[in-house]
């Protein structure tokens, strides 16, 4: 999750080279991280829209919980190298190593720079204007290898807290993921049982 501070833009910086700084400061303070959110996918190959909601709980280094509650129940685990989705209604339980699309998103959005990110991505950065207000920041992948899996990525920072308020995922064959967030806390208290897998 990109996190930043209330801060005017600092003169003369590009808005994204700004936001990253920021981002990058305080981030160093992030432990833990929960929210609500709404997914929606979309499909060429669908009528209407799939909406799930649910809690995500974020532990850094790297353990992450997405647990979906509505339509149906089910549970991403993510522990460092390892991510286990369990589909009760579906018995559906899969578990996969994930060891190298950590390491480059650590690469492209931890270890990086926006420099670094800019050989990788074409990246556009705005303010937004629709009542709600923020920032909109587009990620274009120039690399075959990312473009075969992600055709864009936008996200939404808040203008009030700059936290992010939403990642909209655009695939290469036209499906649609967007998470929208709300009930943001950084450096809330979690339970060690957010992240226990229901087997």
Request: aromatic letters at 8%.
């Amino acid at each position: 999750m990109i996190v930043c501070g209330a801060w005017p833009i600092a003169a003369g910086l590009d808005l994204f080279d700004d936001l990253y700084r920021r981002g990058q400061e305080l981030n160093g303070e992030l432990r833990t991280f929960t929210a609500r959110f709404t997914e929606s996918t979309t499909s060429p190959l669908l009528a209407r829209p799939l909406v799930a909601s649910g809690t995500v709980a974020v532990e850094r280094p790297f353990r992450v919980a997405l647990r979906y509650v509505d339509p149906e129940e089910r549970l991403v685990l993510i522990n460092d190298d390892t991510m286990t989705m369990t589909w009760p209604s579906r018995d559906i339980r899969q578990v996969k190593d994930i060891g190298a699309s950590r390491r480059r998103i650590e690469k492209y959005f931890v270890e990086g720079s926006p420099d670094d990110l800019r050989s990788h991505f074409t990246i556009s950065a705005k303010e937004v204007d629709d009542g709600a207000g923020g920032y909109l920041v587009t990620m274009t992948p120039k690399r075959r290898q990312i473009k075969e899996g992600l055709a864009r990525l936008a996200l939404r920072v808040d203008r009030e807290t700059l936290l992010l308020s939403s990642m909209r995922m655009t695939f290469p064959n036209g499906q649609e993921k967007l998470m929208t967030f709300s009930d943001v806390r950084p450096n809330a208290p979690i339970d060690s049982a957010a992240f226990r897998d229901w087997r």
